[in-house]
């Protein structure tokens, strides 16, 4: 075997460029097929993040009839034992109770079905943290005038600006990038722009009586800070719940579906307008990773310390069935593309095998000829698609590694047109990658097994080879 294996290696850089193009051509199958995979459960990950992360969380405790009516009526009393044994479990981050229900919101004359959601505005900052969603900057029509009027800022920058009017940012990193700015037009503009455009925010007290408004409902309501909105809507069991709320704050919030109707008051106020005292609809929980033996290991364990029959823990599988089948069937889909690219990465792997065995037909056949026997032949041959097919996996995951790793801590961020599409859609405008998982196990051993299919014609060619056909060749 050792010998075998020695005359492979010196087979294989007896011709390099045949060997490196065959190499060459497992490298771009396993770079695409890792990147492809990448891009997509990455896909996937920001959206769940997004929505869960800073929404549903990845475990709810709940009333049993909250999931099917989700009213101030199904709500629960819990106090801050039940938080702490939650708390001191393995894989909990954070433990959030919300207070949450439906009402009518007014200002003016706009009027609009909302989400209204009762927070404790310090627990909360370790789960969706608010906070840092607060919007810092705005452009709008009177800070663009502003800017024309009072700012020496060239018409190249003011078309970036009015490319960006109505858009808010909750960080300066984002409204640089937006407006395209370089060093030079950051250093002698950027300061003019954000004397204008900078935006007065606040965020919850513990006991505060005001509320934050989501971005894009604020527009649709025009309101703003200091603003009061009317939150009309039904209490526990029936009364009627209404009240007047100051704007302390507005937040964008990633997901475009939820900033078009969220409005967030502390858990006293909310309490207070449902006349729901004590009462809250879900303790939010947010895990170390969303694996399902986590959050299922999670869920049970956190059942056996609930002593009410009426208060259950449900996964966010089961909070979100419409995200959850979505995912599933576009992750279908897209393996069936994925199968697709194998399927043309094999016979390009098998056209660039099948070249190299028509090329040695005659130093086949003279092995043959001189006295080796078939079988070592075969052996030799598949020690060298082997070697090809290990050289061209290791090249292919090394290459992939770099984008696949960048692109998951520093997404791509779609600005103009583009951005504002996807937005539009209901999705944050953003590709990002999913860091090196197991996904990259499983397409190291599809492709393998590909280069092993395409060796099986090469062994039988070799097999039933003739040698007088073979030297003629």
Do not use: C
Request: glycine share 8%.
């Amino acid at each position: 075997m050792k010998e075998e294996f020695r005359i492979a290696w010196r087979n294989l850089w007896r011709n390099r460029r045949r060997t490196i193009i065959t190499a060459a051509s497992v490298s771009f199958a396993v770079f695409f097929a890792l990147v492809m995979r990448s891009v997509q459960l990455g896909s996937y990950d920001h959206m769940i993040n997004n929505f869960i992360g800073s929404f549903t969380g990845y475990l709810q405790v709940q009333h049993i009839k909250y999931q099917d009516s989700p009213v101030v009526d199904n709500s629960f009393i819990y106090n801050d034992s039940l938080i702490a044994a939650i708390s001191s479990l393995d894989n909990v981050i954070s433990v959030s109770p919300h207070l949450e229900s439906f009402t009518l919101a007014s200002a003016g004359t706009q009027t609009k079905g909302v989400a209204v959601i009762g927070i404790d505005p310090e627990r909360e900052k370790h789960f969706s943290d608010p906070e840092a969603k607060l919007v810092k900057y705005r452009i709008n029509e009177e800070s663009f005038r502003k800017i024309q009027e009072e700012s020496p800022v060239p018409e190249k920058v003011l078309t970036g600006i009015r490319k960006n009017l109505g858009r808010s940012y909750s960080s300066l990193s984002r409204l640089e990038m937006e407006l395209g700015l370089n060093d030079e037009e950051k250093t002698l503009f950027l300061p003019e722009i954000l004397k204008h455009v900078e935006f007065a925010n606040a965020y919850l007290r513990g006991d505060d009586d005001g509320i934050l408004v989501s971005d894009r409902l604020s527009d649709f309501l025009g309101v703003g800070i200091g603003d009061s909105v009317i939150l009309m809507g039904q209490g526990y069991h029936g009364v009627s719940a209404a009240g007047i709320f100051p704007v302390r704050g507005i937040i964008k919030i990633p997901a475009p579906d939820l900033d078009n109707r969220v409005i967030i008051m502390t858990i006293p106020a909310a309490q207070e307008l449902f006349d729901a005292g004590g009462r809250i609809s879900s303790l939010v929980i947010n895990l170390t990773d969303r694996s399902e033996r986590t959050i299922r290991s999670a869920g049970n364990r956190i059942n056996s310390f609930i002593r009410d029959k009426d208060v259950t823990t449900r996964t966010w599988y089961e909070l979100n069935p419409v995200l959850y089948q979505q995912i599933k069937g576009d992750s279908q889909s897209s393996v069936l593309v994925l199968a697709v690219l194998y399927f043309i990465i094999f016979f390009g792997i098998f056209g660039t095998v099948l070249m190299m065995v028509s090329e040695r037909s005659k130093e086949f056949g003279v092995l043959v000829a001189i006295g080796m026997q078939k079988r070592k032949l075969r052996r030799v041959f598949a020690i060298e698609m082997i070697l090809l097919g290990i050289a061209g996996l290791l090249t292919g995951v090394l290459v992939s590694l770099p984008p696949v790793i960048y692109f998951s801590h520093f997404p791509v961020i779609l600005r103009g047109e583009l951005g504002n599409m996807m937005e539009t859609w209901g999705w944050e405008a953003v590709i990002a990658t999913a860091g090196v998982g197991f996904y990259y196990f499983w397409q190291l051993v599809i492709v393998l097994i590909m280069i092993l299919l395409s060796t099986v014609y090469p062994l039988r060619k070799i097999t039933k080879l003739k040698e007088t056909e073979a030297l003629r060749a």
